[in-house]
């Protein structure tokens, strides 16, 4: 009898201690993470279904996660059906490498279900590499080649009216020579080299234009740096004809002053 107390008064202290580690318990467990496989979430979980991977312009393929409910992805440009892609192992892979998606074109990616249903839509603007062509020499329309020189680049592309044509490599220096007479290039062409880096990621494209002297790649920066010293100078006129006219309304009080506090003759 006097064991079974002790054992009784044993089990009422040890459960009055894990009263407080319960609460503990029941406080911390929303926050404790689940290792979930994150393929098997829920429709109704707030997390998204289909996760893209950084998309660079002049990449092949866009490609991502998606969840199990998401059966089909489809590529669309300013709201129209471009391609799907495929699905394999909870990954996607859409081909791009032809259409050439660029920033400000209105690219989406559209998740769909087994019933068809539109589960997701996801817009995106490709990036762009930091490698950039620096000038391309004089060129007509006649010419057999356009030569340059280039920052940062591995490979050099030719585009004509948005199509791919042609790639070249770069030598060390930073040059490159890109022949063209096969391609019969007008003045209705549209022509874009672009340069790419050792991830195959395009830069800024440059339009090659007929030409008598050098184009330098950088001619947008130039006129920036015009539009720049033009405002600079317009600052400048601005402070300088405020302390003009500050100068003169100061002026102006102090002979008021002079006028109102003029001591009278006795």
């Known amino acids: 009898m006097f064991v079974n107390k002790i054992e009784k008064k044993v089990i009422i202290k040890g459960s009055a201690k894990s009263i407080p580690l319960v609460i503990v318990f029941v406080l911390l467990f929303p926050a404790i993470p689940t290792f979930a496989n994150p393929l098997e979430r829920n429709t109704n979980s707030e997390l998204p279904m289909t996760i893209l991977d950084p998309y660079y312009q002049g990449q092949n393929h866009l490609s991502g996660e998606v969840t199990n409910e998401v059966k089909k992805v489809r590529l669309y440009k300013k709201g129209e059906y471009v391609r799907s892609g495929t699905i394999q192992d909870g990954k996607f892979k859409v081909y791009t490498r032809d259409v050439h998606p660029q920033p ?48 940062g680049a591995k490979v050099i592309r030719i585009y004509v009216n948005n199509i791919e044509k042609r790639a070249v490599k770069v030598k060390e220096d930073g040059s490159f020579l890109i022949y063209v007479e096969d391609l019969n290039l007008n003045k209705k062409d549209r022509i874009e080299m672009v340069a790419l880096d050792s991830f195959n990621h395009e830069g800024i494209p440059l339009e090659v234009q007929e030409v008598e002297q050098k184009t330098k790649g950088n001619v947008i920066e130039e006129e920036h740096l015009s539009k720049e010293e033009g405002d600079e100078k317009q600052i400048f006129n601005h402070i300088y004809l405020n302390y003009l006219l500050w100068g003169l309304v100061l002026l102006f009080s102090i002979w008021m002053f002079s006028k109102i506090f003029k001591p009278k003759k006795k």
Do not use: C, M
């Open 104 to 151: 400000k074109e209105e690219w989406s990616l559209i998740s769909v279900d087994s019933n068809n249903e539109v589960l997701e839509e996801i817009q995106f603007e490709p990036l762009r590499s930091k490698a950039f062509i620096n000038a391309y020499d004089k060129f007509t329309y006649k010419d057999s080649s356009i030569s340059g020189t280039s920052e």
